[in-house]
């Protein structure tokens, strides 16, 4: 999301990595819906934000020595677990002393909202992979 150079990114993972071995990430791509309402949790505005589609992620894993096992789209169960977390936080007392706003600051509330829309309008996806080592 806010990595620029993905290729030489996805290449010092596959270094790592011995042969055979697995990489599981979860990466939100851009999808078809527009462009990216900004802030959002990654980046304050666009220029600081490299969102890829999820297929130019996955051509640059493949062409990095990765193989993808697994590739799952989990954008609709990412919008329904948010829906759930935000139903019981408004049924808790209120107030929540813990959260991500404590690592985010004063934008967070904004930042949510914003990341809640483009999911919602498909602007942005949610993909969950594993990939495997090639070589």
Not at 55 to 62: I, K, N
């Amino acid at each position: 999301m806010n990595i620029e150079d993905r290729p030489r990114y996805y290449a010092e993972m596959r270094r790592v990595l011995k042969p055979g071995g697995r990489l599981a990430i979860q990466d939100i791509a851009q999808g078809p819906g527009g462009p990216v309402i900004f802030p959002v949790m990654w980046a304050d505005r666009p220029e600081i934000s490299f969102l890829r589609t999820p297929e130019e992620t996955r051509a640059m894993l493949e062409a990095a020595g990765f193989h993808v096992a697994r590739w799952v789209d989990n954008s609709a169960a990412a919008l329904l677990e948010a829906e759930a977390e935000r139903t019981q936080a408004r049924a808790a007392s209120g107030s929540l002393e813990l959260g991500i706003h404590l690592i985010v600051g004063p934008s967070a509330r904004e930042k949510m909202r914003n990341g809640q829309r483009n999911q919602e309008e498909r602007r942005t996806l949610l993909i969950n992979a594993v990939m495997q080592r090639v070589g």
